[in-house]
């Protein structure tokens, strides 16, 4: 059973710095693109930023780059997404998700979430 | 980036009743759309992928159609389970984008 559990989220201040975890199992990891997804309270979904299976490529919504990071260990089968300068708008619940394959196929399974709100 | 517009962006249906939903892009994207599914407090899921393949599990009373600009889900006899919101996803380029959302409730 594919599973993907996400972690790190929490309340930080305005301008401070997040880690978040997505760790996967049930299937080959390296196999497979992930992705981040967020959704502010009460909003709809935001694609946030995609890897590539191995070559580490990476994408990002224009709002977060430079100050997120998205990485991946497939000896860990944990995908991560480091959060710097944090912006009270970054407040949402931020899902992983798995692409079916490669980063031009869909998000077939998703984490339940893990809400990180951005406070002072 | 590519503007993903749903309409409507509520509606109200019935148990039975045929529901459609349209989504319209603000380029050509082929069929690199997906529809997904989401219910209050719940991860989204998905439905439909490549505008018109049904995702492995999911009824076949959904359905998508489409290609280019314009595309349409479509949900043949609304059953208690289907209330919830509905997102289209564009996959042909990044960044990605989805549509606003159409919330499905209870006439």
């Known amino acids: 059973e594919v599973q993907l559990l996400e972690s790190g989220g929490g309340l930080v201040q305005p301008g401070g710095s997040l880690r978040l975890s997505c760790a996967a199992s049930g299937f080959t990891f390296s196999n497979c693109a992930l992705s981040w997804v967020r959704q502010a309270p009460g909003k709809g979904l935001e694609w946030v930023s995609s890897?590539?299976?191995?070559?580490?490529?990476?994408f990002y919504v224009d709002s977060v780059k430079g100050r997120f990071t998205i990485s991946r260990d497939n000896s860990r089968n944990t995908v991560y997404l480091q959060m710097n300068s944090l912006r009270v708008e970054d407040t949402a619940v931020y899902y992983c998700?798995?692409?079916?394959?490669?980063?031009?196929?869909?998000?077939?399974?998703w984490g339940q979430g893990t809400l990180v709100t951005v406070s002072s | 980036a590519i503007q993903m517009t749903q309409s409507p962006s509520s509606l109200s249906a019935s148990v039975g009743d045929r529901v459609t939903i349209t989504c319209r892009a603000s380029q050509g994207i082929r069929s690199d759309l997906d529809w997904y599914q989401q219910k209050p407090g719940k991860a989204p899921k998905l439905l439909i992928y490549?505008?018109?393949t049904l995702q492995s599990g999911v009824p076949s009373r959904f359905s998508g159609s489409g290609s280019g600009t314009d595309f349409t889900l479509t949900i043949s006899s609304l059953q208690p389970e289907d209330f919830a919101t509905y997102y289209c996803l564009q996959d042909y380029n990044y960044p990605r984008t989805f549509g606003q959302g159409t919330k499905v409730e209870v006439k």
């Open positions: 998700a798995r692409h079916s394959g490669t980063t031009s196929s869909p998000f077939d399974y």
């Open positions: 490549e505008a018109s």
């Open positions: 890897i590539s299976r191995t070559t580490g490529i990476t």
